[in-house]
């Protein structure tokens, strides 16, 4: 393992390198190819240079290898040129030494087959325990991400821890802050209540010394009232007493009142049939006052300018008559006016 990968590593590398110094697909094939088979010493492949590459389709890596091992195969052939030599010797010793060069790259080639297997042998060993390292460090991968998932729960939980602690301790310093405002409120409410007490004390003795003065003040005033009282409930009996006097004098004085209206009305009926029948009077007197007021009328005229005088100055008497007649009747009346 430690002396494969370090060649794939360096050949992803070079082949890298090619790419850029390379930009022609067929061009970096044919270099991959020398690459691959004088640097490293591996024998190159379709599918290997396709997978190296990852360029063009595959076509194209069969092709270039096609053509890298005929010029390979032209490269090896070896040519007798001499001008010395006669043209059959030329080709016996060319013969002779393509047969040399065949058979030694045959045996290397053979070295080569046998170096090969054992290499494939050892890349088959190095694969199988490359497997086993895979899976070993796949388990270590799996229990190195479990330990390194519980490590990193346990370092959250760690810092939550913390994070709690800090606020715990600072919820703890907070209480003990409160706690000691709460004492010291405690002491402050301690000594206001003492002090508090001790004026109430004072206050109590003061409203004890007061309500004692208010009691005596209070007796004295109920004494008063008392009296007040006796007095009031005294003249009160007095004014009923008189209450009661002015109420039979006033029944006393209600009856003489209603005797003396029902004394009157009946005067009044007496005084209302006598103003009828001097009305009646009155009206009667009134038609013979008209009547004699014609007949004068009617003597005035038949009467001559001669005798004129003496009739006018017996009218007056005999007009006056009537009248005396009419003013006796109405000094009843005017009586009964004032009375009523």
Not at 189 to 194: E, Q, S
Not at 246 to 261: L, Q, V
Not at 300 to 313: E, T
Request: contains cysteine; aromatic residues 2%; neutral net charge.
């Amino acid at each position: 393992m430690s002396d494969i990968a370090p060649d794939e590593v360096r050949i992803a590398a070079e082949i890298e390198r090619l790419k850029a110094d390379f930009p022609k697909t067929r061009e970096l094939y044919r270099e991959v190819c020398a690459l691959l088979f004088f640097r490293f010493g591996v024998t190159p492949t379709a599918n290997r240079l396709y997978q190296l590459v990852r360029r063009g389709s595959m076509g194209t890596p069969t092709a270039v290898l096609s053509e890298f091992w005929a010029e390979l195969r032209e490269k090896s052939r070896v040519r007798i040129e001499h001008a010395d030599l006669p043209e059959e010797l030329q080709g016996a010793a060319g013969e002779l030494i393509g047969a040399l060069w065949q058979r030694a790259t045959a045996s290397a080639q053979a070295s080569l087959d046998a170096l090969r297997e054992e290499v494939e042998a050892a890349r088959q060993e190095a694969e199988v325990a490359v497997t086993g390292l895979q899976s070993d460090l796949a388990r270590t991968e799996t229990a190195l991400e479990q330990r390194t998932s519980a490590l990193l729960a346990a370092q959250v939980r760690i810092q939550e821890l913390e994070q709690a602690q800090a606020a715990a301790v600072a919820t703890r310093e907070a209480l003990e802050g409160e706690v000691e405002r709460l004492q010291q409120g405690n002491r402050e409410r301690d000594t206001a209540l003492a002090q508090a007490r001790a004026d109430f004390a004072a206050e109590l003795e003061k409203q004890r010394a007061s309500a004692e003065l208010a009691e005596t003040r209070l007796q004295a005033a109920e004494k008063r009232a008392l009296l007040e009282i006796e007095r009031e409930r005294t003249s009160a009996a007095r004014l009923q007493r008189d209450s009661e006097a002015a109420a039979k004098r006033a029944a006393r004085a209600e009856e003489s009142a209603r005797a003396e209206i029902q004394s009157l009305q009946g005067q009044l009926g007496d005084l209302r049939h006598q103003a009828g029948v001097l009305e009646g009077r009155l009206e009667a007197l009134r038609a013979t006052h008209a009547a004699q007021a014609k007949e004068l009328d009617a003597a005035r005229g038949k009467s001559g300018s001669a005798s004129a005088q003496a009739p006018v100055r017996r009218a007056p008497r005999r007009a006056g008559r009537p009248a005396e007649a009419a003013a006796k009747p109405l000094r009843p009346a005017r009586k009964i006016a004032t009375k009523s």
